[in-house]
Every structure is written in C-alpha cells, then in structure tokens.
T-cell receptor
Framework: GAGVSQSPSNKVTEKGKDVELRCDPI?????LYWYRQSLGQGLEFLIY????????KSGLPSDRFSAERTGGSVSTLTIQRTQQEDSAVYLC?????????????FGQGTRLTVV | GDSVTQMEGPVTLSEEAFLTINCTYT??????LFWYVQYPGEGLQLLLK?????DKGSNKGFEATYRKETTSFHLEKGSVQVSDSAVYFC???????????FGTGTRLQVTL
C-alpha cells in the first residue's frame, strides 16, 4: 500500500486477555517503530527495528509486551495479560532508514481499550 | 538521555493571530529536529524538519529554526487559520539513537 497500515483500528479486550496488533510498513522501509499515545500524553517510545540488527527494546514497559518483525516487513506487537493501564493508541511508523534526519511515516494507529 | 520539552497547551488563538510554540531539547551528539502535526482524526505527519544548526525548516506557512546555542526549535506561523487546529509535536533523533524522541504535544485551537 501507499502508507503504513495498522490493524485492527480499534480493539476492545477484557482485562487479562492477550492482544496482537499488526503493522504493515511502507515497502522498502528498513526501520520500523512502535509508539504508545495515552490520553493527554505524548508519544512513548516502545521498540525500534532496523534491518537485521537487534531491536531496541528499551521502551517496552514490562515483560508483558513483546514485538516481532518477520522478514524485515510486517511487525506484530503482542501484549499479554492486558491491564487497564494498557489502554492507549498504539502507533506504528516506518522510515526508509533509521538514521538521523530521515522522516518517519505513521499509521493511523490501533486504539486499544481494556475493560 | 535525549529529551524534548514543549510548552503546555492548549493554545487558543483567533484566526490571523501570530503563533509560537516553544520547543527545547537535550541530546547527545547533533540531533535532527522535527515538527509533526496530528490533525483531528488523522495520523501524525511530518510538518517540517531541520538537520543542522541554523537550518530553517518551513512548510504551509510554518517555520522553525534550529538554534544550537539555545537548544531550541520553536515553531512559528505569522497568521494562523482555523484549519491549523491540531496537536503539534516537537521531536528529535540522532545518528546514534535513531529512534524519534517526542515532546508531549501542544494542542492548538484556532477560532474565528
């Protein structure tokens, strides 16, 4: 597609369930980012993939959060045993290369609500 | 570590007023600086950027100048329109860290 695609756009889940969020980056982009945007808050960095390098997981808030990027393209963010504080908009972005000065293109996000 | 500080919003202006949204940063090395904008119901999109000191980024009538001496990248527009109502995020990245570090965002509301 022409842009970064995320699915689902909305997800309501019960506390304690696992959820998977998907991101399809722009074709040819080697860098992929996940961010979290909570109500009234800024963008919180979660994880960053660049090519075949080991991902930067320094922003993952707990071991309930994990992410994979298969074949250097599609990425899945998994949240296990969801908690109410996990409710937020999860944003994915990609860039042609993960270097200073390069523009990141964002998807529309997945709005996660944990009830 | 890297950080970005933005003025808190919301900022409410009348149409045709002058806009300034302050942004200062802390970074190791020489960062690139960005302003992203999030219009209601839309995703984040790049508004402008500057990659070295004294560079001026500009787009859609918005400008920001990379000031290394004051570690600032303030966003300005001479005459805002209702259609500029959005949330504006200042951000940076460096060659070493690569990830984008964002400020908390500033909501701008422009009224007739």
């Amino acid at each position: 597609g022409a842009g970064v695609s995320q699915s689902p756009s909305n997800k309501v889940t019960e506390k304690g369930k696992d959820v998977e969020l998907r991101c399809d980056p722009i074709s040819g982009h080697t860098a992929l980012y996940w961010y979290r945007q909570s109500l009234g808050q800024g963008l919180e960095f979660l994880i960053y993939f660049q090519g075949n390098s080991a991902p930067d997981k320094s922003g993952l808030p707990s071991d309930r959060f994990s992410a994979e990027r298969t074949g250097g393209s599609v990425s899945t963010l998994t949240i296990q045993r969801t908690q109410q504080e996990d409710s937020a908009v999860y944003l994915c972005a990609s860039s042609i290369r993960g270097r200073s000065g390069t523009e990141a293109f964002f998807g529309q996000g997945t709005r996660l609500t944990v009830v | 570590g890297d950080s970005v500080t933005q003025m808190e919003g919301p900022v409410t202006l009348s149409e045709e007023a002058f806009l300034t949204i302050n942004c200062t940063y802390t970074a190791t090395g020489y960062p690139s600086l960005f302003w992203y904008v999030q219009y209601p119901g839309e995703g984040l999109q790049l508004l402008l950027k500057a990659t070295k000191a004294d560079d001026k980024g500009s787009n859609k009538g918005f400008e920001a100048t990379y000031r290394k001496e004051t570690t600032s990248f303030h966003l300005e527009k001479g005459s805002v329109q209702v259609s500029d109502s959005a949330v504006y995020f200042c951000a940076l990245n460096t060659g070493t860290a690569s990830k984008l570090t964002f400020g908390t965002g500033t909501r701008l509301q422009v009224t007739l």
